[in-house]
């Protein structure tokens, strides 16, 4: 609310309020929040002041606000830093008035079809957002023949990073957001995919290809159910980093948030270190107990992202419960058909350790007949609407539960987490 009455009165606030700040902008389909607390707690490793918009409020209000708020009355900046999470869409608002140091892309994959519109609208987007910033130092995901094509449009000092071989030994079977190359739409080869469209790429017709990152993931020791454990090699020094979240994705937003960092300047020692320490962003495989059940909430919102989640879930060897919430709310996408495009069979691999699937939020009796349709037998999934009735039923078992709730979904099963377990609110 400050930054919309701020902008009805002074549509140039934002360009006055950023105008003394060194400012990081995260921006992409995937990845923004985590990788932002990643690059958040080297920040605070590094000792220096700094504000961010922590509670997710990504959109040209919401930023304006963190700013206002993070002003003094005649505007100068109280912090040397600002570390902004921006939507896709925004950023292209945003730059014009953030004169941004260092622009992350972190990749595109098709989301919210009703908002966003095909990938390419989003690329655009991106693509508009860079053109403006004129003095930023551009990270872009190799791995990513959508977001690496950008290097080929912008002028700016450009640092790719990526992963230099397979995440996983195997994975779901998943579709691609963008089988065909950017230049003349012939289908690519690839020799190793990571996850969705993003690997070692090659179009045998024109050549474009996936060029080579400049720091780069180049193994993985270990990935469980807890962490991972990777090499980033980056000037020829390898280095060991331990992530302190699963999944193959936040293997990702650990190399990117170490990218961010060099080109900032920070230490590498540092930043390396702080992919072991940073706080998960709320609902980003934020843990909690919960009664007598360990509990991971962890947000779905487009096909790549749940298909990775499933990815990780797939592989727990351990009796669970899976909570799925479904909401088609403005900010969840009112489009629900992408729940068709994942790949909720992988979890009949691991049936037998299924004690339930419980089922809720606006779109609850959708989800539940996609699960049916999926191979899970009837009589394990269960459609519980209120929201406290149902953590009253995973909260009563011992087994590990892992809830996958849409946007709007994860805010109202959050607060209400928060107030009834005592966990700090979401913007804390």
């Not at 006055?16 to 958040?40: F, P, Q, W, Y």
């Not at 925004?90 to 260092?102: G, H, L, N, Q, R």
């Not at 065909?180 to 179009?203: A, D, M, P, Q, S």
């Not at 999926?374 to 009735?389: L, M, S, T």
């Amino acid at each position: 609310m400050p930054g919309k009455v701020g902008l009805s009165v002074c549509p140039n606030l934002l360009g006055h309020l950023a105008k003394d700040v060194k400012c990081i902008i995260v921006t992409g389909t995937n990845g923004k929040t985590t990788t932002s607390r990643m690059i958040e707690q080297t920040l605070i490793d590094a000792g220096v002041t700094y504000f961010c918009n922590k509670s997710g409020a990504n959109m040209m209000n919401g930023i304006t606000t963190e700013f206002a708020m993070n002003s003094t009355l005649s505007g100068k900046p109280k912090c040397e830093y600002a570390l902004i999470e921006c939507d896709e869409a925004a950023f292209k608002t945003v730059s014009k008035y953030v004169d941004a140091d260092c622009v992350l892309a972190t990749n595109v994959f098709r989301d919210q079809l009703d908002r966003y519109g095909e990938i390419t609208h989003t690329l655009d987007n991106i693509r508009i957002g860079i053109q403006n910033s004129k003095n930023a130092v551009v990270c872009l995901n190799a791995d990513c023949s959508l977001t690496a094509s950008l290097r080929e449009e912008i002028p700016n000092e450009i640092v790719l990073y990526g992963v230099n071989l397979p995440i996983y030994k195997e994975h779901i079977k998943e579709s691609s957001d963008a089988p065909y190359c950017i230049h003349c739409k012939h289908e690519y080869e690839y020799e190793y995919i990571t996850f969705g469209h993003l690997g070692k790429y090659r179009c045998p017709n024109c050549g474009y290809e996936r060029p080579e990152p400049d720091i780069a993931v180049t193994d993985v020791i270990v990935s469980d159910a807890n962490h991972s454990e990777i090499e980033i090699t980056m000037g020829g020094e390898k280095r060991k980093a331990t992530i302190n979240l699963p999944g193959g994705y936040n293997i990702y937003n650990g190399v990117a948030a170490v990218t961010v960092a060099k080109v900032m300047g920070f230490p590498a020692e540092t930043a390396v270190g702080a992919l072991a320490t940073f706080e998960c962003g709320f609902g980003r495989m934020e843990k909690f107990m919960l009664g007598g059940a360990e509990t991971r909430m962890i947000l779905i919102k487009n096909p790549a992202g749940c298909n990775q989640v499933l990815n990780f879930l797939s592989n727990i060897d351990e009796k669970s419960m899976f909570v799925v919430c479904l909401n088609d709310n403005y900010a969840d996408g009112r489009d629900i058909s992408w729940i068709w495009d994942v790949d909720f069979e992988s979890l009949q691999r691991i049936e037998e350790n299924l004690t339930g699937v419980l089922v809720s939020g606006i779109r609850a009796d959708e989800m539940a007949m996609r699960f049916k349709y999926a191979g899970i037998p009837e009589e394990k999934i269960r459609v519980i609407k209120d929201y406290e009735k149902l953590i009253d039923e995973f909260t009563a078992q011992d087994a590990p539960v892992y809830i996958m709730p849409t946007y709007t979904a994860m805010m109202d099963l959050r607060a209400i987490v928060s107030k009834k377990f005592g966990y700090k609110n979401f913007w804390e």
